[in-house]
């Protein structure tokens, strides 16, 4: 089975970051090879696909797939043949997105790297205003949607 091809800000509907954002503490190393992952990124395939990721340049951008609205980016820096994290953002802009939780959006993003670009084993993190596995259950899924993994493109690319 061929590569899929890398996603690209022409593969989905997306919107800019907008000047309302905040800067979160998110601090990530990557190899080359999880480099190469997240330089894939995510192109939904159907309406549970939550997520429309992608790499332009040194900028990681996640964007909510149904309405565009660019909820993170990251900048990355090269190092030792991979990268880090240089400086990361959430969307603070109250029409396209009501959290106001820096320390949530933290750690949302680090489980959307993790798990969906990078297919590795990470905890969903459910809001403390969540009570009961019925409703975090539920939470997750408007989040996050149906998880894709690699396995799910027959092992040839990640999650696209």
């Known amino acids: ?3 899929a ?3 690209t800000r022409d593969s989905w509907q997306n919107k800019p970051m ?3 954002r ?3 503490a ?3 190393r990557f190899t080359a090879e999880e480099h190469g992952r997240l330089a894939m990124g995510i192109v939904p395939r159907n309406s549970d696909d939550k997520w429309f990721i992608f ?7 996640l ?3 149904w309405t565009g609205a660019c909820m993170y980016a990251v900048r990355l820096e090269a190092v030792d043949g991979g990268s880090e994290v240089a400086e990361a953002w959430a969307n603070r802009a109250p029409e396209q997105y009501t959290r106001t939780d820096d320390d949530y959006d933290a750690r949302l993003l680090r489980f959307l790297v993790d798990r ?3 297919d590795q084993d990470a905890p969903f993190p459910v809001p403390e205003a969540i009570a009961g596995e019925d409703r975090a259950a539920l939470y997750r899924h408007h989040v996050v949607g149906h998880e894709r993994t690699h396995e799910d493109d027959g092992g040839n690319s990640p999650l696209n």
């Open 5 to 7: 091809a890398p996603a």
């Open 63 to 65: 964007h909510r797939s």
């Open 18 to 20: 907008p000047e309302a």
């Open 22 to 24: 905040v800067r979160l």
């Open 55 to 61: 790499l332009e340049g040194d900028w990681l951008y």
């Open 26 to 28: 998110y601090e990530r």
């Open 116 to 118: 969906l670009l990078l």
């Open 1 to 3: 089975m061929a590569m």
